[in-house]
């Protein structure tokens, strides 16, 4: 491959990072934390490119004025081309976020934090009627909350329909530590309200309230959610949970 050509697939490439970095689509792929590390590895990419380019024309006339002496020929190879992969990824494909079929592939258990200290206390739930809650932060209360902070207590989650392979209905999150490879699935099994009448990854509201004592080993650390009311959502921009 000629310079020239490995210059213009890196000009593609920084770009097509900082087109991500900047619409939003690169939390499909990352979490938003990591934002300011794209930009800039789109911008260096961009700016080596474009040096090298301004060398090229430089050596150019160089030779037009008869000033080469033979060096800085270079004979190229064809593992540049790679570099086209991703940029055709992004531009052509951009492929979802992870939803359903993840899930449904991690098979029964759900993601849960690090064992709390015994006699370890959580924060009560905000005195509003039915607050919005993060599926992850449901989940981790569900297991090891001893003190029954959600015991009685309506709340609201949002998060994606999955249809699991032995028949129940969950809904789901995906949390990730640094990117959608480290994906894992946080959920929880939905009772009632119609829930099996919404296909897989369709963003739901919902609101009930968790069944105490539910979220075992014995079935995944999956708490039961008795819904109340359920309406279907837009996604949101962030579908991962981190």
């Known amino acids: 491959m000629r310079r020239e050509t490995q210059n213009v697939l890196l000009v593609l490439l920084g770009g097509a990072v900082l087109k991500i970095a900047l619409n939003g689509q690169y939390l499909r792929y990352v979490k938003p934390s990591v934002q300011p590390l794209l930009i800039a590895a ?13 060398r090229d024309i430089q050596c150019a006339s160089a030779r037009a004025h008869g000033l080469d002496h033979g060096h800085g020929h270079d004979h190229g190879t064809r593992s ?8 055709l990824a992004i531009f052509l494909v951009a492929p979802p976020a992870l939803g359903a079929d993840k899930v449904a592939r991690s098979g029964d258990r759900s993601v849960v934090g690090q064992p709390a200290p015994s006699g370890a206390q959580f924060d009560q739930l905000p005195a509003e009627d039915a607050p919005l809650l ?18 009685g207590r309506q709340i ?28 894992q699935p946080v959920k929880v099994q939905l009772e009632g309200g119609d829930a099996d009448r919404y296909p897989n990854d369709t963003w739901l509201e919902v609101r009930g309230e968790i069944v105490s004592k539910t979220a075992t080993e014995a079935n995944g650390y999956v708490p039961l959610f008795r819904v109340a009311s359920a309406h279907e959502v837009p996604a949101p921009e962030d579908q991962y949970e981190s």
């Open 42 to 54: 789109g911008l260096v990419t961009v700016a080596l490119a474009v040096i090298g380019i301004v």
């Open 80 to 87: 540049p081309w790679l570099l086209l992969l991703p940029v």
């Open 156 to 183: 609201r989650l949002v998060g994606f329909v999955v249809h699991m392979p032995n028949g129940s209905i969950h809904l789901a999150r995906l949390v990730i530590s640094c990117c959608a490879a480290d994906a």
């Open 134 to 151: 993060k599926l992850g932060d449901v989940v981790t209360r569900a297991v090891w909350d001893e003190s029954g902070t959600l015991d």
